[in-house]
């Protein structure tokens, strides 16, 4: 078991500094095209959310040549893989949570009208 759970810390480990060089590269590129102060708190933030992110995105991508770049391009577009993420998911997992309490407690549309 110490074995999977050191093998899975270094595959997250691995995501996570690919992500978070994709995150760098893309809080330099910001702050220096739009003529930004530099923020180390800032910068922190965002190397945490990319590296959030690659193990996200490396979670779902099967081993190929082409994953490192695929992780670290991800690290780069945080914020856009974060909005999609906020967007998408919780409009899944409401329609997944209507479902299965529609199923398990009944559907309470068909209650309210029945008690008028």
Do not use: C, H
């Not at 910068?43 to 991508?61: E, H, I, K, P």
């Amino acid at each position: 078991m110490t074995e999977r759970l050191i093998a899975k810390l270094y595959e997250m480990m691995q995501f996570g500094l690919l992500a978070s060089l994709g995150g760098l590269a893309n809080y330099l590129y910001v702050t220096v095209n739009q003529e930004r102060p530099f923020s180390f708190w800032l910068m922190v933030v965002n190397l945490m959310l990319a590296f959030y992110v690659g193990n996200q995105v490396g979670s779902f991508l099967p081993d190929s040549a082409y994953r490192d770049g695929f992780i670290m391009a991800s690290g780069f577009v945080t914020y856009p893989i974060l909005a999609f993420m906020e967007q998408r998911v919780s409009r899944v997992l409401a329609s997944v949570g209507d479902a299965a309490l529609n199923r398990w407690i009944g559907d309470s549309t068909k209650r309210d009208k029945s008690e008028d």
